[in-house]
């Protein structure tokens, strides 16, 4: 599966966290809260103002690797599981006006890499308006490339994407 920090492909949707466990999953009509394979709520994207993204970061460039690498060392030399579970972040969600938040289950321990989480705010902002886009969460794989061009224009201050 395609990655780029907290957002992962699914079939037919964008997922905001791990998809195994508690995360949002975007469809073209509507932003799904899920936990593992279980709708826990469904909001049309026209109700949707804002989504921001509460989750460790950090300006280490591969965090996942790294973190993966040394709890595996790790768990083999104890020959045991560590139970280091990464801990849960949160999704606040601005539906007509009023906050929900909702918890976001992470991809690996530690943070995710800061530019990652901002080229994924910015999609999200970008999707909220400018509905003639959500199309493209039927085929999420070109939106990964998306928001590493956003962030790589955040970080840069450049215009356009």
């Known amino acids: 599966m395609k990655r ?3 957002l992962i492909v699914v079939p ?3 997922a905001v966290g791990d998809p195994g466990r508690h995360h949002l999953r ?3 009509d509507a932003l799904l809260f899920r936990e593992g394979s279980e709708n826990r ?3 049309p994207w026209t109700e949707v103002e804002r989504v921001l993204l509460d989750v460790p970061v950090t300006r280490f ?3 996942g690797l790294v973190s993966t690498i040394v709890i595996g060392a790790l768990t083999f030399l104890a020959l045991s599981d560590l139970g280091m579970d990464p801990d ?3 999704v606040d969600v601005l539906i007509d006006g009023e906050s929900t938040s909702a918890p976001l289950s992470r991809h690996h321990v530690g943070g995710y890499w800061a530019p990652t989480v901002d080229g994924a705010h910015r999609l999200l902002q970008h999707l909220i308006d400018h509905p003639e886009q959500r199309s493209l969460l039927a085929r999420p794989e070109s939106l990964l490339d998306v928001a590493a061009r956003l962030a790589r224009s955040g970080a840069t201050g450049a215009s356009g994407a």
């Open 4 to 6: 780029y920090g907290p």
């Open 12 to 14: 037919g949707a964008l």
């Open 26 to 28: 975007l469809t073209p």
């Open 41 to 43: 709520g469904i909001v």
């Open 61 to 63: 460039r591969l965090p």
């Open 88 to 90: 849960d972040g949160t």
